[in-house]
């Protein structure tokens, strides 16, 4: 697989459950990030997480890496009609400072 | 807060004509980057520029695209003789510093249409 697989692909569930989205990447990283993109719009950057965290939280955000199996997981608490976007993670490799490699996303409906 | 704002948001464009994509990155950020993105598809780097020249690009970013920093505001890109294939939609970001933890903040896009 590539670097920053998102799966699910797409993923529905009702206002006010959770949602789990998870991510995994190849290479070293310094740094992996979350951004949400709804459609045909731009790209919100969410949360950054960087390779000697392990969780990080932010508002109903809350984000996990795990270096060793090279994944990280976005959690979205109490899941709001707004949240319906597309996910991406984000990696930024270890060995080079410059990019981010961006994963296929997740597409999120959260159904009223 | 500030943000990266881009212009146009719309380019509609015949096959082989030249567009340029302008970029305000923010202010004290020092690096910039533009990544596109196919309709249905992932974003996927092009190019950084940092100190008035690019220090990396991907093999997407060929002889057709070129990116300058004509002031000390605007980042442009450049594509000369768009294809088809070059629709997309286009984004800016910009960050402070490359190494660490730092964020890169994008832009809302230019959605380019070649026909």
């Known amino acids: 697989s590539q670097q920053g697989e998102e799966d699910p692909q797409a993923l529905s569930i009702q206002e006010g459950e959770n949602a789990t989205m998870n991510c995994s990447y190849k290479t070293s990283i310094n740094n992996l990030q979350w951004y949400r993109q709804n459609s045909g719009r731009g790209l919100v950057h969410l949360i950054l997480?960087?390779?000697?965290?392990r969780e990080k939280h932010s508002g109903r955000l809350r984000v996990t890496l795990d270096t060793s199996k090279k994944s990280s997981s976005l959690l979205i608490t109490a899941s709001r009609a707004a949240d319906t976007a597309s996910y991406f993670c984000?990696?930024?490799?270890?060995?080079?400072?410059?990019?981010?490699?961006f994963g296929k996303g997740t597409r999120l409906h959260i159904l009223p | 807060e500030p943000e990266v704002t881009q212009t146009p948001s719309h380019q509609v464009t015949q096959m082989g004509q030249e567009v340029i994509l302008r970029c305000v990155p923010i202010s004290n950020h020092l690096y910039f980057y533009w990544y596109r993105q196919i309709l249905g598809q992932k974003v996927e780097f092009l190019v950084s520029?940092?100190?008035?020249?690019?220090?990396?690009k991907s093999e997407i970013f060929d002889d057709q695209f070129s990116v300058e920093r004509p002031d000390g505001s605007n980042f442009t890109l450049k594509i000369r003789s768009t294809k088809l294939e070059d629709s997309a939609m286009y984004f800016c970001a910009s960050t402070r510093l490359a190494q660490g933890g730092e964020t890169q903040y994008f832009g809302p896009g230019t959605r380019l249409l070649v026909l």
């Open positions: 997480i960087r390779s000697n965290e």
């Open positions: 520029f940092y100190n008035n020249e690019i220090s990396e």
């Open positions: 984000a990696s930024r490799s270890m060995n080079r400072d410059d990019k981010i490699i």
